[in-house]
């Protein structure tokens, strides 16, 4: 479903990826490790793109995406989750909720998906008009994912889903990500927490300065020494 | 003083100018002068994050001030400067301290609003102004005494020059200096630079002053020179013309005002040969200049050469990297105390009634749900907000409760913050040393002079800065533009900073934030060593190996009230702490 092949992005003069390349097939649920500076946050970014790559091939459903801007890749069905929590503070859940749907502009379809969205997150419901910005932690991220599925997305990229979440939240999240998946959907998931995330994953992909350097399924990243000693602590 | 080669260069260039050119471009060039004045100033309080749309009403002042002294009293205008930039200043003062608490766009308008008002005084008072006919027939510029009269435009040059090279060097003076980074952190980050002991109002206070006392010096020049005043100083395409040449030129740099000012004053006399088009063809050129150098000349020039990034001050060689600026993390016993703090935000309350107090050396960690009001405690003890009720005392409990936080920060509480915890533009090497400005003694004359003891001073906080950074781990990205760093790297960032001040008392909002198991337990070791010091900790995470594995205690909120209070493994098996916070899944991670 999405591919990248060497993938090389830059700010600056500074390169920060020095070929990156990965598959996600779809219905699968990939995540994506590496230390702090890595550069996971930048493929994600490169992916829905925020980053113009310098050199490399990022496909999605065979079609070449690479250079061309967020909103069009957002139309061709990948949904961008950025790390922290990002919404839109000073308007309520639910207009929050339509930005989501924006690109698709049919009010018919974004009624009901709404709705849809609305019955799979009971909290959003109970909180529908109140201002984005007063939710608490929790309940920002459950939203900025919700405002993600509301563009009818094919394949979802979540950045960091559990930063500065309490225990229960990042229980709570990652039941509906795993829920949201059952439900057919393709993840790629950049993620601290890498013991959590590998036990819910397909497969996984280790980043260190700009590549990935390991690929495997989830169960043999887990078993792997590097990756006990360098991202599972211990 | 010393000069460096490229200053003597500029300089001898320019004093060989009027010997070379003829009158009608030395004429330009003391204009450019006349202006490179104000615009230096408001340069210095744009690098504070304050725009003053006004700007012209204290060139104006000046002007008025030492042409009135020297047409009524006969006073040598050079005496009537002096009392021309005391004068611009004070009011500058008087009308910063009402409006610099204001921010943004509503200073922008208390200030424009200001300069109509001094154009209408202007205007009406007739009998000191003469009105709209304005005042022919100032005395020209003298040194001090009649023998002393300018009478040709290369002596005005050439005083013009002095005062230029002056005013250059006061403001680079200033922007390089602890000031000049106070300035900087207000700008890019008011709440972080409070939270590390900068007062964001005293801060932009002395910079107004500064660009007032400038303008003042640069509006008496112009009435000597030009020999007429008139209410038209106060009108605001002369502030836009200021405004165009910081911006223009190079907003919070050095050298961009000076720039922008030759270049914004020659570019409208070239067009000149485009009669009718003038203007238009001038507004176009501004246009594009903007499009394709938004941040002004300097930028552009410097983005042409290789920028090869200064090196990073050694850390002082041998044993631990030192947290404690000083030696002395003060506080006594108990060095924070919270009682019966009570936080209501209309009908919402986030905080209720809630008391614990913090030990010397001790690491007490503040758990609860995302809401149940850590980051307001924060906020209350570290003066970013007024408890409703209750109070929080420092060590030797003094009382916090009423104070702003750069004093709680001088009273050696500082805190990290959970979003915008770095100064986004700056590297992280300057990051760490604007965040020591709490440790420099130096006053506004000693930084102006660069005495030897400043020069000492800042060797010592550049030298802390990147023994903080290698305490961190960030070394490597120590010239990295702090937005660059990726989420992880800006929290360890955040807590470099919160070190930089010398804290006594530490508050850690969710350091780990962004890390993975193995960073973590970095970070872990880091917050022990911190403790080792002697520096207390207050610890705000979710990740519970970490509280567990280093807190000697713990108390819970939940809902504003805190529900547990006790050791981390009393705490673990609190039932109410499991049903409220940690979830059942919490057993296996324990380990």
Redesign the interface.
Same mark, same amino acid.
Not at chain 2, 367 to 371: A, V
Not at chain 2, 484 to 489: A, F, I, K, Q, R
Not at chain 2, 513 to 521: F, I, M, S, V
């Given at each position: 479903m999405l591919a990248l092949e060497d993938v090389r992005v830059a700010y600056g003069n500074v390169e920060v990826l020095r070929g990156v390349s990965l598959r996600v097939a779809a219905g699968e649920l990939v995540c994506l490790l590496g230390a702090n500076g890595a550069g996971k946050t930048t493929t994600a970014k490169t992916i829905s793109g925020l980053l113009r790559p310098r050199a490399g091939r990022v496909t999605f459903l065979d079609a070449r995406i690479d250079g061309r801007p967020a909103h069009a890749i957002l139309r061709a069905g990948i949904a961008h989750c950025p790390e922290g929590r990002r919404i839109f503070p000073e308007m309520t859940v639910r207009e929050n909720l339509e930005m989501g749907a924006f690109v698709r502009g049919r009010a018919a379809r974004t009624a009901e998906d709404l709705e849809r969205v609305l019955e799979r997150f009971p909290v959003l419901r109970q909180r529908a008009n109140q201002l984005g910005g007063t939710l608490s932690g929790g309940e920002q991220q459950m939203l900025a994912i919700a405002r993600a599925l509301m563009s009818g997305p094919k394949l979802l990229v979540l950045d960091e889903p559990s930063l500065g979440l309490s225990p229960t939240m990042v229980e709570t999240t990652f039941e509906l990500i795993t829920e949201i998946r059952r439900e057919g959907m393709t993840v790629l998931m950049v993620e601290q927490n890498a013991y959590l995330a590998l036990r819910m994953a397909d497969r996984g992909y280790v980043m260190e300065t700009g590549r990935t350097v390991l690929e495997g399924t989830a169960r043999a990243l887990l078993d792997n020494e590097h990756v006990r000693r360098a991202y599972l602590g211990g | 003083m010393r000069l460096p080669a490229r200053a003597l260069a500029t300089l001898a260039v320019l004093a060989v100018v009027p010997f070379v050119l003829d009158d009608y471009y030395v004429h330009l060039l003391i204009m450019s002068g006349i202006f490179f004045l104000p615009s230096a100033g408001m340069n210095v309080l744009l690098a504070g994050g304050q725009l003053t749309l006004g700007h012209t009403a204290f060139f104006g002042i000046g002007a008025y001030t030492s042409g009135l002294l020297a047409l009524q009293w006969g006073l040598s205008p050079l005496y009537g400067m002096v009392v021309a930039a005391a004068l611009a200043a004070l009011v500058g003062y008087l009308l910063g301290t009402i409006t610099l608490r204001l921010r943004g766009a509503y200073f922008v308008l208390v200030t424009i609003g200001f300069a109509e008002v001094i154009r209408l005084v202007a205007t009406n008072w007739i009998e000191l102004t003469q009105g709209p006919l304005g005042l022919p027939g100032v005395p020209p510029f003298d040194l001090g005494r009649a023998a002393f009269t300018l009478t040709s435009k290369r002596q005005y040059y050439f005083v013009m020059l002095v005062l230029g090279a002056l005013t250059y060097a006061l403001c680079a003076r200033l922007l390089r200096s602890r000031f000049g980074r106070a300035l900087t952190a207000v700008r890019q980050n008011e709440n972080l630079a409070e939270s590390v002991g900068v007062s964001a109002y005293r801060t932009t206070l002395v910079a107004m002053v500064v660009a007032c006392a400038l303008a003042g010096v640069g509006g008496s020049f112009y009435g000597h020179y030009t020999q007429f005043l008139s209410p038209e100083l106060f009108a605001f395409y002369n502030t836009v013309t200021m405004v165009v040449m910081v911006v223009g030129g190079g907003q919070a740099t050095v050298a961009g005002p000076a720039l922008g000012a030759i270049v914004f004053t020659f570019l409208p006399e070239f067009l000149r040969v485009a009669a009718f088009y003038r203007m238009l063809i001038y507004g176009v050129i501004l246009l594009l200049a903007i499009m394709f150098m938004p941040r002004g000349i300097v930028d552009a020039l410097q983005r042409l050469r290789r920028r090869v990034p200064a090196s990073v001050a050694e850390p002082p060689a041998g044993g631990e990297p030192l947290v404690v600026a000083d030696g002395r993390p003060a506080g006594g016993d108990t060095p924070l105390v919270v009682e019966h703090v009570t936080v209501q935000f209309g009908g919402l309350t986030a905080l209720s009634d809630v008391t614990f107090s913090l030990a010397r050396r001790e690491i007490l960690a503040l758990?609860?749900?995302?809401?149940a009001g850590k980051t307001t405690a924060f906020h209350v003890i570290t003066g970013f907000l007024r408890p409703t009720t209750g109070r929080v005392l420092g060590g030797a409990r003094i009382d916090l409760t009423s104070l702003p936080p750069h004093e709680v920060c001088r009273q050696g509480l500082v805190r990290m913050f959970?979003?915008a915890s770095v100064f986004p533009e700056c590297s992280a090497i300057n990051n760490v040393t604007i965040a020591g400005h709490r440790l420099g003694r130096a006053g506004f004359w000693a930084l102006v002079f660069n005495t030897r003891a400043t020069r000492r001073e800042e060797a010592a906080l550049a030298a802390r800065a990147a023994s903080l950074l290698q305490f961190t781990g960030l070394t490597g990205?120590a010239h990295?533009v702090a937005s660059?760093?990726?989420?992880?790297?800006q929290r360890?960032l955040g807590l470099a900073i919160a070190l930089a001040p010398g804290p006594a008392v530490l508050l850690l909002d969710?350091p780990a934030? /962004?890390?993975?198991? *193995?960073?973590?337990?970095r970070v872990m070791a880091l917050i022990q060593q911190i403790r080792a010091q002697g520096v207390s900790v207050l610890l705000v995470e979710?990740d519970?190996?970490l509280v567990m594995g280093i807190s000697d205690r713990i108390v819970v909120l939940n809902h504003g009230q805190k529900i547990a209070e006790g050791r981390p493994a009393e705490i673990q098996r609190d039932p109410d702490v499991i049903r409220a916070?940690?979830?059942a /899944?919490?057993a296996d *991670?324990r380990a």
């Open positions: - | 758990i609860g749900p995302n809401g959970q979003k990205r990295e660059n760093l990726s989420y992880g790297e360890l969710e934030a /962004g890390l993975n198991p *193995a960073e973590t337990q979710h519970m190996k916070y940690l979830g /899944g919490q *991670a």
